[in-house]
């Protein structure tokens, strides 16, 4: 065992010497039906930022990652090669799993509170329309809630950025919870160093003062929590339900000092290296989970989902990765930066080693987890936009999507500091139909049309060859944002809210 591993397996072992007095001695299956149910979701993490191919072929990205319980957790369940967030920023995807809609139909269309546009105002052709900054309420239907009516616990550790500041939404606990630990209003760490940020600073990570001795890397330090308290609901009498949240990979590009000098050594720039090891510290940390539940014999019982918030990094931005073969990344609407690796694990349910290539989305997640949990989401599906996912997952019964994947994205948005060599992001919509998709910028108000299945890349608009398809997709869209009432961004001289999508 390395040091690193000690490190981590010795806060570990303390709570299992408590845990093991607690226990009744009832086997898990004798105390429960209701599977336990863990989402693992990682922060701004691309579609071949792993050694897990998601392609039809490894990447150099994907040759170049180290990610061995990812793998493993492919073995063991389903990837899904064509899963979306439902946005390319956070707090939208984010808010969107929890309630199971749309950021076009919740109106969270940004991550909150919306700061960071390096847009200068004047090269904006149109106003951003009014959207919901403050995020989600207390008062909004949240799976957490439903599952702790029906006799889940329920528990958040990491990343949250469901609310603003002082609002009821920055509060895990307050949108179905019973446990928040190191989630708030912030999207992203101070630092993934202890103290994990200055006293006063709005982005220091809260609740992991007990670090300060071994001054854990900020990944490691919730890997412990998660653990710890996977442990202590594993000796109750009823099922749980962990939302487990990194903040890797976000930025700040802070290496894991254990785990970056073996990047080095294979040659690569030191920044290259440095955001290998937060990938690769986010892995170890899946696997730190799966092996707990293997050692609490809780595993077989356990549903584990892998998910990403939204695309990754662009290299042209400055950042240490890349997307390809995908275009572009976080904050667009192209595939870098909506489509993110996505796997599930469900012993006896889901048939190991396989692969499903039926676009899904982060917003399946509400009636999906539902019907894991055995409890019908059916009185839910006239306000929502998921889908349930088992039929995809166990192969039993239809899975059908006939008015394809909606994204909204009416902002302007630009990396700080790197206008240069990375172009504003502008407002737009777009909708994935089988193998196409169409892309509409309205600046412009013209659309692209793409095959997927034959131009992953997006290369090659295809439009004007495929004007009808086009319509039909442009049609569709413009039916849901209208459905769902969405916002669309203003004229600057008419001061008129523009036209939904239309050719």
Known sequence: MNKLATKISSYISLIACAGTLLFSGCTISEQQTQPNIILFLVDDMGWTDTSVPFGKTATPNNKYQKTPNMELMAQQGIKFTNAYAA????????????TGKNPARSQITNWIPGQGNDVPESEQKLFIPDWNINGLTASDITFPKILREHGYTTAHIGKAHFGKAGTSGA???????????AGHHAGHPA???YPYGKEGSKYKVPDLNEFEKDSLYLTDALT??????????????????????HYAVHTPIQEHRELVQQFIQEGKTEAEAKYASIVASMDNSLGAVMNKLNELKIADNTIIIFMSDNGGLVTHAGHPTTNAPLSDGKGTCREGGIRVPMMVKWAGKVKPGTQCDEPVCSDDFFPTILQMAGISP???????????????LTGKGSFDRPEGICFHYPHYWAWKGLRETYPSIKPFSSIRMGKWKLCYGYED????????????????????EHPEIAKKLCTQLQSYLQKVDAQTPVDRHSGEHLAYPKL
């Not at 412990?224 to 949240?245: G, M, W």
């Not at 009185?379 to 929502?384: H, R």
């Open 87 to 98: 946005s390319p920023v956070c707090s939208p995807t984010r808010c969107s799993i929890l």
């Open 171 to 181: 509060d895990p606990k307050q949108l179905g919870f019973d446990y928040n630990i």
């Open 191 to 193: 630092s993934y160093y």
């Open 224 to 245: 412990v929590k998660a653990t710890q308290l996977i442990e202590k609901l594993s000796n109750e009498k009823k099922p749980f339900y962990l939302n487990f949240a």
């Open 378 to 392: 059916e009185e839910f599906l006239e306000t929502i936009d998921g889908k349930d996912l088992t039929p995809l």
């Open 445 to 464: 108000e013209k659309a692209e049309l793409f095959d997927l299945e034959n131009d992953i890349a997006e290369k090659n608009n295809l439009i004007d």
